[in-house]
């Protein structure tokens, strides 16, 4: 079975502090899909990155940056130079691939950035 | 743009009511999810279909049942709704892998039970 793990519940930071949200994922897959997705106060969630299990190139995006390592089975999501925008709840998620697309999802990490 | 429309943003029902919860996508994906969400337990699954008249349990299928008539529309149905129902429900949709696998969700129904 797969299994996500989010341990930080909830997070606090000063604005324009770094933070990284961590994310373990479980599967016997050899290939599969991990997610991160935010959710805003509005509810809607929201893509932010899709990496399959034979990329293990880091990827950076504006402020953001992933970092997979699939030796200890991680996913982490790092915000630089926090800002208020990025309060919301962010989910890490996992699926197979090839029939096997069941999307699922760790239980969430919320982030509050302080002004 | 591409889209997953959930028929109503909130909905109160009675307990013993029988409720449906409408999905449809226009992306001609093949696969269709049911999720709810809760605080603290993150996006739990109750039922996804991979194609039209099939369907399979997810994680928390007990109290549920689903239809997939066509191939844009699922429907959700709780057959007698119970208090413990009161939730956050997801729809989402994806296509069966290639370059642009990924999972588009429809904003959400916040389903009362009371």
């Known amino acids: 079975a797969q299994k996500v793990t989010q341990a930080q519940t909830e997070i606090s930071v000063v604005e324009k502090e770094d933070v990284t949200l961590d994310c373990v994922y479980e599967t016997r897959d050899t290939t599969y899909y991990l997610f991160w997705y935010k959710q805003p106060p509005s509810g809607e969630l929201v893509f932010l990155i899709r990496?399959?299990?034979?990329?293990?190139q880091n990827e950076i995006s504006g402020r953001y940056s992933w970092n997979f390592q699939k030796s200890t089975s991680s996913f982490n999501f790092t915000i630089t130079a926090s800002q208020v925008v990025d309060s919301a709840v962010y989910f890490c998620?996992?699926?197979?691939?090839?029939?096997?697309?069941?999307?699922?999802f760790g239980t969430g990490t919320r982030l509050t950035i302080i002004p | 743009d591409v889209k997953v429309t959930q028929s109503s943003r909130y909905l109160v029902k009675r307990t013993g009511e029988k409720v449906f919860l409408e999905c449809v996508q226009d992306m001609d994906h093949e696969n269709m999810f049911w999720y709810r969400q809760d605080p603290g337990l993150g996006l739990r699954l109750i039922y996804f279909s991979y194609d039209v008249k099939m369907k399979e349990k997810g994680d928390i299928p007990e109290g549920y049942s689903v239809s997939r008539e066509k191939k844009e529309r699922f429907s959700l149905i709780l057959e007698s709704a119970s208090t413990n129902q009161t939730s956050m429900y997801l729809c989402?949709?994806?296509?069966?892998?290639?370059?642009?696998?990924?999972?588009?969700f429809g904003s959400g129904t916040r389903l009362t039970v009371v």
């Open positions: 998620a996992l699926s197979g691939a090839f029939g096997n697309e069941k999307l699922t």
């Open positions: 989402a949709s994806s296509s069966t892998g290639g370059i642009n696998y990924g999972y588009t």
């Open positions: 990496r399959n299990s034979f990329d293990e």
